[in-house]
C-alpha cells in the first residue's frame, strides 16, 4: 500500500497564496507519476497538474502561469498564487503506480473575501 498524506489548504483572500504538499507514506517502488486534482461542488474531478518521474509537467489551462508543481520521488507540491474563487474546491493528491493509483483524503482550499 501507498497510503499519502496531503498537507496544506486552508482559507485565503483573492490573489493570495496557498502550497500544498503530498507525501507517500509507503513505498514509492513502482510510481512513475504524482499530481493534484480538484473537485468543487456540484462539479467533477478534474486535473489541476501532474508531475511524471522524470521531471516533466503539465498543468489545467485556468492554472496556466498562476500555479506551479514541483517534488521528488514520493513527493509533490503544488504553490498556488494569484488565486481566484473559482479555485474553491477541494484538492487531492494523486500517485501512481504500475500497479494501480492511490488517492489523498483531499484538502479544502477556500477563496474569499
Given at each position: ?8 489548504g486552508g482559507l485565503v483572500q483573492p490573489g493570495g497564496s496557498l502550497r500544498l ?93
Amino acid at each position: 500500500q501507498a497510503p499519502l498524506v496531503e498537507y496544506g489548504g486552508g482559507l485565503v483572500q483573492p490573489g493570495g497564496s496557498l502550497r500544498l504538499s503530498c507525501v507517500v507514506s509507503g513505498s514509492i517502488i513502482g510510481i512513475s507519476e504524482m499530481g493534484w486534482y480538484r473537485q468543487a461542488p456540484g462539479k467533477e474531478r478534474e486535473l489541476v497538474a501532474t508531475r511524471e518521474r522524470g521531471g516533466g509537467t503539465s498543468y489545467a489551462v485556468s492554472v496556466l502561469g498562476r500555479f506551479t508543481i514541483s517534488g521528488s520521488d514520493g513527493t509533490v507540491d503544488l504553490q498556488m498564487n494569484n488565486l481566484k474563487p473559482e479555485d474553491t474546491a477541494v484538492y487531492y493528491c494523486k500517485a501512481t503506480f504500475y500497479y494501480g493509483d492511490y488517492w489523498g483524503q483531499g484538502t479544502q482550499v477556500t477563496v474569499s473575501s
